[in-house]
């Protein structure tokens, strides 16, 4: 089946880093991924969705300078979240559509994000 | 816009016990609508989904018949295990594929020996 993959799965780092996130999709072309990012026992709120070669479109709210989605190949997009403070901790999770836009959203794992 | 209600956790079932998690929505048209599951640390997978209404989906022992009188998509199973014990998501998606959804709050189930 649809395999997608996230790494790194736990990063702790200090505030003002910047992070980088992956998501690869393995054995299929995604021409479009999602950002999710989820609260301690809450949902998954949509951030942003990405098409491979073009800007991605984010969501109301979202800063586009702050959370920095590059999808430059159909199998991978990446998040950096940008000088990093401790308000954005959190789990991030990706998800990947193939061609199509009947194709169902395969999820990666996540990526729980600690910032000191 | 479109929403989905889920019934607030955590729910605590001793093993063998019978499982229903509400799950009611609003949207316009003819949603289709899903159940996906959430593993301590991991992402979501696809539990089941049913596309229009009276439909029943099922997997692993899981069920949920699209019931569009009631606008409620309700996740039962007869019997549960201590490894069902994770975190449960009703969406909705405008398409049969489910590649924009919404999401429900979530609700925990926590499953004893």
């Known amino acids: 089946g649809a395999v997608v993959s996230q790494h790194p799965s736990w990063v702790i780092c200090k505030s003002g880093t910047s992070v980088k996130i992956e998501c690869r999709s393995l054995?299929?072309?995604?021409?479009?991924m999602f950002w999710y990012r989820q609260f301690p026992k809450q949902s998954l709120m949509l951030m942003a969705t990405?098409?491979?070669?073009?800007?991605?479109?984010?969501e109301q709210g979202v800063e586009k300078d702050k959370f920095l989605i590059n999808h430059a190949s159909l199998t991978l997009s990446t998040l950096t979240v940008t000088s990093a403070h401790p308000e954005d901790s959190s789990f991030y999770i990706c998800?990947?559509?193939?061609?199509?836009?009947?194709?169902?959203?395969?999820f990666g794992d996540g990526t729980r994000l600690s910032i000191l | 816009g479109d929403s989905v209600t889920q019934m607030e956790g955590p729910v605590t079932l001793s093993e063998e016990a019978f499982l229903t998690i509400n799950c009611t929505y609003t949207a316009t048209g003819y949603p289709s609508l899903f159940w996906y599951v959430q593993y301590p640390g991991e992402g979501l997978q696809l539990l089941l989904k049913a596309t229009k209404a009276d439909d029943k989906g099922s997997n692993k022992g899981f069920e949920a018949t699209y019931r569009k009188e009631t606008t409620s998509f309700h996740l039962e199973k007869g019997s549960v295990q201590v490894s069902d014990s994770a975190v449960y998501f009703c969406?909705?998606?405008?398409?049969?594929?489910?590649?924009?959804?919404?999401f429900g709050g979530g609700t925990r189930l926590m499953v004893k020996p």
């Open positions: 054995d299929f072309q995604a021409t479009t």
């Open positions: 998800s990947a559509r193939d061609t199509g836009i009947s194709q169902p959203q395969h």
């Open positions: 990405s098409n491979e070669g073009s800007k991605a479109t984010y």
């Open positions: 969406a909705l998606s405008k398409n049969n594929a489910g590649n924009m959804l919404t």
